[in-house]
């Protein structure tokens, strides 16, 4: 799930309207051979309750294949017990066997997407107002179908880099407890996804609400989803006659305690650089309190003003927040149990239990905190590495010149976290440019500009080739 967005508005509902129709774009040759495979993939349903991630990995093993991959540099997996939810790795060997391998990493598993809440079919690939509509155009097929293509055409070229490029399509990152294609290769095939850097879903661009290329982001460290439990317990009773003990009030408490409190403010190094050049584009109230926070992560009036931009407040720290409530077990009687599920977005570098013990503080003794599985490793800072963000920046000044790119730390979670936690970094690289209403993305009527997929799709080519070559 990518996250590179200010506050959404209520441009959003621009993605429910009918578009006016204008003609098809035409398409050069190879620019049709990516549509070809962009659309079969789009079009192949990846949700968790009726798709197949196996099926889509085996449609883009047989791309691979003709283009000209052995049987050897392409592997398909799955597991027994989940049998639809595979996805597959494919091999570029490289010159210098030294050097350590170029991963690029997309999901195929999709959002859920109902056909009777959207405008149009969601599994039809569907051109509209200059727009590709589907669920998936963005999230993530849209660069699962770019490094696929790319993989395909560097064959077709004869092309040798000098590292070695793999291609990991996985299954499972849009849904907690689906089983992880990402997770069971960390954890079982090392080796075969072994490399020095990753690839990812996580930047972006930004375009205005005339299309105009406004800025693009580097995802440099991104913070762990994690997901909590609290459970508040009472004999119960008829409710003619009510006592001061009572789970609902008690859990209540809890959840008032929890948010009022304010994790506080850390600063990483992609975090201190995207506030920095932030505070230097941003004039006002707003400019200065950026500024005073980075010379002052206590000032409290500063941490008011700029925490006011919802995003800008969950770059700072850690969030936790109630998603889900569940209580009682009759109109007539006192409760006797009483659960929420807190879900927070943990900071790089802070752990998954500590987040806890603060959290079972600040609900009480009388209420019980619980770690919800799946645990989700410690988030890893990433490096803001000169050999990664070069590159990227002069590969941006060719296809977009004049478009600042910034380091941006994700608030939200991708699968990028279970290569950091063997050690690979991870980024989350720019290219695809998307609205400053999110595209519908996660929710109706999912699109695409068709011209940002296809120059998304020949900056990544380029930026490939610039880091293996």
Request: proline share 6%; hydrophobic share 40%; net charge neutral.
């Amino acid at each position: 799930m990518r996250i590179f967005t200010r506050a959404m508005t209520g441009a959003v509902l621009a993605g429910i309207a009918l578009q006016p129709v204008a003609a098809e774009t035409t398409l050069k040759p190879d620019q049709q051979a990516f549509f070809g495979l962009y659309k079969e993939l789009v079009e192949t349903n990846t949700t968790l309750s009726a798709g197949s991630c196996t099926q889509a990995a085996a449609q883009i093993a047989t791309r691979l294949k003709a283009a000209g991959y052995k049987d050897a540099e392409v592997t398909l997996f799955s597991v027994p017990d989940h049998p639809k939810e595979g996805g597959l790795v494919a091999i570029l060997p490289g010159s210098d066997k030294k050097a350590k391998a170029v991963l690029l990493l997309a999901h195929l598993d999709v959002v859920e997407a109902k056909r009777e809440d959207w405008v149009r079919d969601p599994f039809t690939l569907i051109e509209e107002g200059g727009y590709y509509y589907a669920r998936g155009s963005v999230d993530d097929k849209a660069m699962a179908a770019v490094w696929a293509d790319s993989m395909i055409r560097f064959k077709q070229a004869g092309y040798t880099p000098k590292r070695t490029i793999k291609l990991a399509l996985t299954c499972g990152e849009e849904t907690t407890f689906a089983w992880n294609g990402a997770q069971y290769l960390t954890k079982t095939k090392p080796d075969l996804i072994a490399a020095g850097v990753v690839l990812n879903e996580g930047g972006g661009g930004r375009l205005d609400a005339a299309g105009k290329q406004q800025t693009l982001a580097m995802q440099v460290g991104e913070k762990a989803a994690q997901n909590y439990t609290l459970t508040a317990t009472n004999p119960g009773g008829h409710s003619s006659q009510p006592v001061p003990d009572n789970a609902i009030y008690e859990l209540a408490d809890a959840l008032e305690a929890i948010r009022a409190y304010e994790f506080p403010i850390k600063f990483s190094e992609t975090t201190r650089a995207f506030f920095t050049a932030t505070a230097q584009g941003t004039p006002g109230p707003m400019g200065d309190a950026i500024r005073k926070l980075l010379a002052d992560p206590s000032d409290a009036a500063a941490d008011k003003i700029v925490s006011a931009d919802k995003t800008f407040h969950s770059t700072l720290r850690t969030t936790c927040v109630a998603t889900l409530l569940n209580a009682g077990h009759a109109e007539n009687a006192l409760p006797q149990r009483a659960t929420a599920n807190i879900n927070c977005r943990v900071f790089p570098g802070e752990t998954v239990e500590a987040t806890a013990a603060k959290l079972q503080e600040l609900a009480g003794a009388k209420v019980k905190l619980t770690i919800n599985q799946p645990i989700r490793p410690t988030a890893i800072p990433t490096p803001l590495d000169p050999k990664i963000m070069g590159p990227a920046k002069a590969v941006a000044a060719k296809h977009f010149p004049g478009v600042p790119l910034v380091p941006l730390m994700s608030t939200g979670a991708t699968d990028g976290i279970f290569f950091q936690a063997i050690g690979i970094p991870v980024y989350g690289v720019p290219g695809m440019f998307i609205d400053s209403d999110f595209n519908g993305i996660h929710g109706l009527n999912e699109r695409i500009r068709v011209k940002s997929l296809y120059d998304g799709r020949d900056y990544l080519f380029d930026l490939v080739k610039a880091y293996a070559g």
